[in-house]
């Protein structure tokens, strides 16, 4: 039975095991456990290698000659599930053959989140490298909130489970429709900063004195 066939029949894919570093990696701030009422948080992972500022904004990180692997889209919510408009979301991958650009912007890009906080996609499904075993692509995103980092990793890909990074909650499930190409959702979650933890000038002034 294909991915598709899985979705379309109601069966859940075994997401299978957080990878040995999952969670655990020095550096990498820990997703608390959610409050009461609260949605959990998206998992942050390692940056990976080459984040770079000033990436262009588009919705297709597709380069030419490139056929669509997957379209990706889904909502940026709050701890609270309120969906978040204006959130940058930041994605970077390899290319096909595991290789990233380290002079320029292929396979980087942004998307904004409309007012119903949703974003989309288009982009390759990239090749593996060493020391990584699974396909995966790296995502940035910010509003109104600490940075987060992570990566997002696609159903239905062979080395998922035996890359030392792999986060089941980091699983994208895909369909697949009748070219070939996977159609996946994906929600993250983040604590945005209220205005109680917001820096004014009263607290400032009382902080650091006359």
């Not at 974003?119 to 987060?148: M, W």
């Amino acid at each position: 039975m294909t991915v598709g066939e899985q979705a379309r029949a109601g069966d859940k894919p075994d997401r299978g095991e957080p990878g040995v570093m999952a969670g655990k990696t020095p550096g990498v701030r820990e997703t608390p456990p959610p409050g009461p009422g609260e949605l959990q948080q998206t998992p942050q992972e390692i940056e990976g290698p080459f984040f770079r500022l000033g990436a262009p904004q588009r919705s297709s990180l597709l380069e030419p000659g490139d056929k669509p692997g997957v379209i990706l889209s889904g909502r940026v919510l709050n701890e609270r599930g309120t969906p978040i408009p204006g959130a940058v979301v930041n994605f970077w991958s390899s290319d096909l053959y595991g290789n990233y650009d380290m002079v320029g912007y292929r396979y980087t890009g942004y998307v904004v989140t409309d007012e119903a906080g949703r974003y989309e996609l288009t982009t390759i499904i990239p090749g593996y490298y060493e020391p990584r075993n699974a396909r995966h692509i790296h995502v940035k995103l910010q509003a109104v909130s600490r940075p987060v980092t992570t990566q997002l990793y696609f159903e239905g890909e062979p080395g998922n489970t035996d890359d030392e990074y792999y986060h089941p909650a980091l699983l994208v499930p895909c369909t697949v429709d009748d070219a070939g190409v996977k159609h996946g959702t994906y929600d993250f979650v983040i604590k945005q900063i209220t205005e109680e933890e917001n820096v004014t000038a009263e607290s400032l002034a009382a902080r650091v004195g006359p």
